[in-house]
């Protein structure tokens, strides 16, 4: 059984910075990709940036392109969303989820097997 955990979360305000983590542990762990997804009050899980476990590739959405990087761990199962430049519309509860399919979709995240309990991000002044 894989287990993810997040963390990180917290209050910072306008242009202030955050880091993300979210550890998995549990086997077998082979994720096809790693993705982070937010969900603001009242709207839908949606995708804020996703990495494919094995080569690497990143993709972010549009809101988030040069403020948010991602980075993973191999040896420790663990992935990262550097967040900086902050805005009050960043807020919302953080995911980490895995997809271990191969030839589906990475945007929805009904596609993904695993997550986590969430951690809530607040960006206010």
């Known amino acids: 059984q894989v287990q993810l955990v997040e963390s990180g979360g917290g209050l910072v305000q306008p242009g202030g910075s955050l880091r993300l983590s979210c550890a998995a542990s549990g086997h077998p762990f082979d994720p096809v990709v790693m993705g982070w997804f937010r969900r603001a009050l009242g709207t839908e899980r949606e995708l804020v940036a996703a990495?494919?476990?094995?080569?690497?590739?990143?993709s972010y959405d549009d809101s988030v392109e040069r403020r948010f990087t991602l980075s993973r761990d191999y040896a420790k199962n663990t992935v990262n969303l550097q967040m900086n430049s902050l805005k009050p519309e960043d807020t919302a509860v953080y995911y980490c989820?895995?997809?271990?399919?191969?030839?589906?979709?990475?945007?929805?995240?009904?596609?993904?097997?695993?997550w986590g309990q969430g951690t809530q991000v607040t960006v206010t002044s």
């Open positions: 990495i494919t476990w094995n080569g690497g590739g990143q």
């Open positions: 989820e895995a997809k271990t399919a191969q030839g589906v979709g990475y945007n929805s995240p009904d596609n993904y097997d695993h």
